[in-house]
């Protein structure tokens, strides 16, 4: 069990962000490694949806009897892994190579932004907890 979930929700959301963030950087840095690579077909990690699907479900998740039973979607932020797509170059010219530096650049720039904005909402969140323990000093 996480430590940290009894005292805050918030701070375990945002340290799955963070993990998902990396995860994010790490798949654009690998498309702009293989900028070069004939029939290279860029990855895409997309994990928006499935989060805000775990944060906004409300009542009770359903229940799986079995192991083979199939869930039909995550029942908690836990369970967020996000999925990773190819998307094939589509020009049809050159050598089939679908990365856009350009883009790839400024989704790193986007996602580096987004981490760095969940990595700071987590500093404040643990000051405030180190505030209080130490009992207000």
């Known amino acids: 069990m996480n430590a940290l979930r009894p005292f805050d929700a918030n701070i375990h959301l945002l340290s799955k962000v963070l993990d998902l963030r990396a995860e ?7 498309n702009i490694a293989n900028a070069e690579t004939p029939g290279y077909a860029p990855a895409r990690f997309n994990f928006e949806q499935e989060l805000s699907q775990a944060i906004n479900q409300t009542g009770m998740p359903l229940a799986t009897s079995q192991p083979g039973h199939i869930a039909l979607g995550p029942s908690h932020i836990d369970n967020v892994t996000g999925t990773i797509t190819r998307e094939p170059d589509q020009t049809g010219i050159g050598d089939a190579n679908g990365v856009s530096v350009d883009e790839e650049m400024l989704l790193l720039s986007e996602n580096e932004l987004l981490y760095e904005t969940a990595a700071q909402l987590l500093k404040k969140k643990l000051g405030v907890m180190k505030y209080v323990i130490s009992g207000g000093e």
């Open 24 to 30: 994010n950087q790490n798949i654009i840095g690998s």
